[in-house]
Nanobody, 123 residues
Framework: QVQLVESGGGLVQAGGSLRLSCAAS????????MGWFRQAPGKEREFVTA???????YDADSVKGRFTISRDNAKNTWYLQMNNLKPQDTAVYYC?????????????????WGQGTQVTVSS
């Protein structure tokens, strides 16, 4: 059974940084796309960033230059480094893994999801 477990969320002041981790078990994802999505209260889940198995990255415009996705295939883990956080980044962050090689901004193309971790940015 595939399981994705996120960690690293919390409360941070605006301008601060957090690093989220997503550890996968039950299957190796070294050759598949991985991503991060987020959902703020009252809003739909939105794409944040994604990475292909070869390291090609795709970012939402709202996080370009501030957030960085990376992956450690040996550990079956991927990360989201978030810098210069803003109050509008407050949301539950979800990691996701796909059965496809190419990353997508469409949440429907991800087949495995973590439980979510809360990130709160205070002003």
């Amino acid at each position: 059974q595939v399981q994705l477990v996120e960690s690293g969320g919390g409360l941070v002041q605006a301008g601060g940084s957090l690093r989220l981790s997503c550890a996968a078990s039950g299957r190796a994802f070294s050759r598949y796309a991985m991503g991060w999505f987020r959902q703020a209260p009252g809003k739909e889940r939105e794409f944040v960033t994604a990475i292909s198995y070869s390291g090609t990255k795709y970012d939402a415009d709202s996080v370009k230059g501030r957030f960085t996705i990376s992956r450690d295939n040996a550990k079956n883990t991927w990360y989201l480094q978030m810098n210069n956080l803003k109050p509008q980044d407050t949301a539950v962050y979800y990691c996701a893994a796909s059965d496809y090689y190419t990353p997508s901004r469409n949440s429907a193309e991800y087949h495995y999801w973590g439980q979510g971790t809360q990130v709160t940015v205070s002003s």
